[in-house]
């Protein structure tokens, strides 16, 4: 079965600083789908970021980077210059690539001090 | 498009009565997920349907959950009967589905609470 893993349950960070939230996950397929969702105290799901395991370049949006491991089964989520509005809980999530079946990590909570 | 539309955005209810919550997904989108959040277990999946076939039941926790995706443009999920254990915010989402990488929309979810 499918797993992904996050552990680390709280993250914090300064200001203007960088921060690497770390994934893991368990699968024996070979083509699927990587995602980073935010989810701010409003409670609403946002895509942050999404990564195709075919690609071997790393996605970047903006402030947003991933380190993707596709042999190491890894996938980090880098913030830099982390702003008061990132504060939030931050999910990866993991699809296969025939299937629609899209599972979640437990999260982790970022906070941004100033 | 209003996105993902789920209702009511809060629901207290007494232990063992039955609870329904309802979603409308996005126009077009083909799979639909419901899922679960609990501070220890995260976003659990329950069900998901592909063009309105239940596809994977497996997070359905028991007997007691049922969920029904009668036409493109609804769906619902009912507890009956609840348990104080069920307290939590579920979700719905949607997406176009098939073989293109493209992410779920969420709902604002369900809080329930049962006492």
């Known amino acids: 079965a499918q797993t992904v893993t996050q552990s680390q349950p709280e993250m914090s960070v300064q200001e203007a600083e960088t921060v690497t939230l770390s994934c893991t996950y368990d699968?024996?397929?070979?083509?699927?789908?990587l995602f980073w969702y935010k989810q701010p105290p409003s409670r609403q799901m946002i895509l942050v970021i999404r990564?195709?395991?075919?690609?071997?370049q790393n996605a970047t949006e903006n402030r947003f980077s991933v380190n993707f491991q596709k042999a190491a089964k890894s996938f980090s989520l880098k913030i830099s210059d982390s702003q008061l509005g990132d504060a939030a809980m931050y999910f990866c999530?993991?699809?296969?690539?025939?299937?629609?079946?899209?599972?979640f990590g437990t999260g982790t909570r970022l906070q941004v001090f100033p | 498009d209003a996105g993902v539309i789920q209702s009511p955005r809060h629901e207290v209810t007494e232990m063992g009565q039955e609870v329904t919550l309802r979603c409308k997904p996005i126009?077009?989108?083909?799979?639909l997920f419901w899922y679960r959040q609990t501070m220890m277990r995260g976003l659990e999946l329950l069900i998901y349907?592909?063009?309105?076939?239940?596809?994977?039941d497996s997070g359905m926790p028991e007997d007691r959950f049922s969920a029904k995706m009668p036409n493109a443009s609804f769906s619902t999920l009912k507890i009956q009967p609840s348990e104080p254990r069920d307290s939590a915010v579920y979700f719905c989402?949607?997406?176009?589905?098939?073989?293109?990488?493209?992410?779920?929309?969420f709902g604002q979810g369900t809080r329930l609470t049962v006492v």
């Open positions: 990564q195709e395991a075919y690609k071997q």
């Open positions: 349907f592909n063009n309105n076939v239940p596809i994977d």
């Open positions: 699968t024996s397929e070979s083509d699927y789908y």
């Open positions: 999530a993991y699809r296969i690539y025939n299937t629609d079946k899209l599972i």
């Open positions: 126009s077009g989108h083909n799979s």
């Open positions: 989402a949607s997406s176009v589905g098939g073989r293109v990488s493209t992410e779920a929309f």
